[in-house]
């Protein structure tokens, strides 16, 4: 039987030492103490993406229809696929000026041929009037009417494998045709102060109308 301890006593301090939990709180592993936050951790992040290919093409999708309808608009309101028309009459009008060569122009083309380039412009051994035309089906033709000599000229024009490759007949004129850069090919009419050519990717039959209206 213990004796009895004094009235008087001074309970014993329940302040742990420095860095010891206290008595009451329940420590963890290496001393320190538990946690009391009943809230579970948040998952770990994985560093894997979890996103479907379907989820991918959407956002795709959703990037692609704004362009789309953009360009809709341009084409559509804006007329970005219609060719730029140029007045020829300021460049035709130069070069008869100049009275270097004479000057012939396209008369009777219909409606549906555009205008889309004219330039008169001065060069080593001569001039160049260049007339740029969008066929009724849609393709490239230049008219070159110039006073450099041919066997300058016809090199830079048509690369040096352009060879001709016989006459014909065009409203009264005898043309050669040529090969040319590319799918291009070429009509060629040889005059003592000039030669003209009528060369571009178009049909046979449309360089042959575009060659045979120049009055």
């Keep these: 039987m213990e004796p009895a301890q004094p009235a008087d006593r001074v309970p014993a301090d329940s302040t742990p030492p420095d860095g ?57 309101f804006l007329g970005g696929d219609q060719a730029t028309t140029v007045d020829p009459a300021p460049a035709i009008e130069q ?3 100049a009275n270097v060569f004479p000057v012939t122009q396209p008369q009777g083309l219909g409606s549906d041929w555009t205008t889309v380039s004219a330039r008169y412009q001065t060069v080593e051994g001569g001039a160049n009037l260049r007339l740029g035309y969008l066929t009724p089906e849609g393709r490239g033709v230049q008219l070159l009417q110039s006073s450099v000599p041919a066997d300058r000229l016809l090199p830079a024009e048509l690369t040096s494998q352009g060879q001709p ?34 060369v571009g990717d178009a049909r046979d039959n449309e360089l042959r109308e575009l060659a045979g209206s120049l009055r």
């Design 95 to 97: 070069a008869r000026s």
């Design 20 to 76: 010891q939990p206290p008595a009451d709180v329940p420590a963890g592993h290496g001393g320190e103490p538990a946690a009391t936050d009943p809230t579970p951790p948040p998952p770990a992040a994985s560093g894997k993406s979890e996103r479907s290919p379907k989820d991918m093409a959407i956002s795709l999708l959703v990037l692609l229809v704004p362009i789309a309808l953009l360009l809709a608009f341009y084409r559509g």
């Design 165 to 198: 490759q016989g006459p014909t007949e065009l409203a009264g004129r005898t043309w050669q045709l040529y090969t040319a850069r590319g799918n291009q090919q070429a009509l060629v009419l040889l005059e003592p102060t000039r030669t003209v050519i009528v």
